[in-house]
T-cell receptor, first 113, second 114 residues
Framework: GENVEQHPSTLSVQEGDSAVIKCTYSDSASNYFPWYKQELGKGPQLIIDIRSNVGEKKDQRIAVTLNKTAKHFSLHITETQPEDSAVYFCAASFTGGGNKLTFGTGTQLKVEL | DGGITQSPKYLFRKEGQNVTLSCEQNLNHDAMYWYRQDPGQGLRLIYYSQIVNDFQKGDIAEGYSVSREKKESFPLTVTSAQKNPTAFYLC?????????????FGPGTRLTVL
């Protein structure tokens, strides 16, 4: 089955700096890669996703890049703000078989003033 | 408001008791999912259902059971056979039109077995 590895497990940045979180996946059939943000005690919320026919996608301060050959994808957050502090999860899925998501182990992002 | 509701938010049970977690959605989604989250770990899939009256085991189904009698509801029962039931349980749903799509998550239920 699919295996997703996520690094780093914790990340501390100064407000205004950029943050990058990286994930690798094992199943070349995966074609959908969402990123979720989870605040303490709450359910995850989708912040951005990318499909395998696209190499990069941006939404304001957030961007995701995908390298299908190397089987890795990354989340980039620019101009970080204190409210960006949360746990971020990457995931991978493929069309069919229930579209099950396989999640990475999460990155605790802390944005310091 | 459209969304997914899970109840209760916190649940305490004695060891050896079965407990049922509720998940309801009014998004008209066909597919629903149950995940378990432990500290420092990602979400792991317990069961999923793509359509009413049908469901499949996920990666960690042992000790759990589900039913899908209505499109809106996908309750999860944590049985006494589950060795380490204390965890944060998350329900999600997904629309099935247009191939792969976003899974929407509920607020979660934190189960503590004493």
């Amino acid at each position: 089955g699919e295996n997703v590895e996520q690094h780093p497990s914790t990340l501390s940045v100064q407000e205004g700096d950029s943050a990058v979180i990286k994930c690798t996946y094992s199943d070349s059939a995966s074609n959908y890669f969402p990123w979720y943000k989870q605040e303490l005690g709450k359910g995850p919320q989708l912040i951005i996703d990318i499909r395998s026919n696209v190499g990069e996608k941006k939404d304001q301060r957030i961007a995701v890049t995908l390298n299908k050959t190397a089987k890795h994808f990354s989340l980039h957050i620019t101009e970080t703000q204190p409210e960006d502090s949360a746990v971020y999860f990457c995931a991978a899925s493929f069309t069919g078989g229930g579209n099950k998501l396989t999640f990475g182990t999460g990155t605790q992002l802390k944005v310091e003033l | 408001d459209g969304g997914i509701t899970q109840s209760p938010k916190y649940l305490f049970r004695k060891e050896g008791q079965n407990v049922t977690l509720s998940c309801e959605q009014n998004l008209n989604h066909d597919a629903m999912y149950w995940y378990r989250q432990d500290p420092g770990q990602g979400l792991r899939l317990i069961y999923y259902s793509q359509i009413v009256n049908d469901f499949q085991k996920g990666d960690i189904a042992e000790g759990y059971s589900v039913s899908r009698e209505k499109k809106e509801s996908f309750p999860l029962t944590v049985t006494s056979a589950q060795k380490n039931p204390t965890a944060f349980y998350l329900c999600a749903s997904r629309g099935t039109s247009g191939g792969v799509g976003e899974q929407f998550f509920g607020p979660g239920t934190r189960l503590t077995v004493l």
